[in-house]
């Protein structure tokens, strides 16, 4: 039997029903990454053949998953893994290397990138002086072609030479010009989608979704971005491992 079935097999001796046995196990699975995003998972039929249990329980799992958002159903095709980003709080990446360790693929697909005077809030939160320019860059997120989150950043047009040439990662072109972020800080609140979050992330308006707002600082402890990251509630979690 495979290593993957073997794992799943289950104890008919234990106290805890075997559907939820099954949900716990097919979750750590998914976690660990045994399948992919947007790939499928085995069928109920499949699960019902290797681990000798009965459809209803099979069933019964696969909806825990649903309900969790760990897996999707597509009529006439199966079910299938969601793309679903658990960030940690306790590091600071960027979204592509955070999107790469987790086996995605990361996309950007830019919106605008426009330099202009900077708003109060961008003065009060990246210390300019009123008269200081600033590049605005609003782009979508992917992790391999789905939308995950809608993120508009502000720098100084200093930390930028060239905002045409940032690719995939701004903290790559960043580090490439020289200006690294190396502390953040990071706040998380609950926001429903307005009209035109909702267009870009394919989501109904008045969705729930997550708004991260990072200010970003250099080796010299001077403020250096300003990024608001609008998060799909459905695709993005946050994790914090506290200790005591």
Not at 45 to 58: G, K, Q
Not at 75 to 84: A, D, E, M, R
Not at 90 to 118: N, T
Request: hydrophobic content about 40%; charged content about 25%; overall charge neutral.
């Amino acid at each position: 039997m495979d290593s993957r079935w073997t794992a799943l097999l289950l104890d008919e001796t234990a106290n805890t029903p075997l559907y939820l046995q099954l949900a716990r196990k097919l979750a750590e699975a998914i976690n660990a990454g045994w399948w992919q995003a947007d790939e499928a998972l085995p069928s109920e039929r499949s699960l019902c053949e290797a681990l000798a249990i009965s459809r209803v329980t099979a069933r019964k799992a696969l909806d825990i998953l649903l309900d969790q958002g760990l897996i999707t159903r597509r009529h006439g095709s199966g079910t299938f893994i969601t793309p679903k980003l658990e960030q940690p709080l306790s590091h600071l990446k960027g979204f592509s290397e955070v999107l790469k360790a987790k086996g995605f693929k990361p996309e950007s697909q830019w919106l605008s990138r426009d330099r202009g005077i900077p708003s109060t809030e961008e003065i009060i939160k990246l210390g300019l002086s009123p008269n200081a320019e600033v590049y605005r860059l609003k782009r979508k997120r992917l992790a391999d072609g789905v939308v995950m989150a809608i993120e508009i950043s502000t720098l100084p047009a200093s930390c930028l030479p060239d905002p045409q040439q940032i690719g995939g990662s701004l903290y790559a072109y960043l580090d490439s010009a020289g200006h690294s972020v190396v502390r953040a800080l990071q706040h998380v609140r609950a926001i429903n989608a307005t009209p035109d979050l909702a267009a870009l992330a394919g989501i109904p308006v008045g969705e729930a979704m997550l708004r991260v707002t990072r200010i970003g600082f250099d080796a010299a402890n001077n403020a250096i971005e300003l990024t608001d990251t609008y998060c799909r509630n459905d695709y993005y979690d946050f994790v914090a491992e506290l200790k005591r």
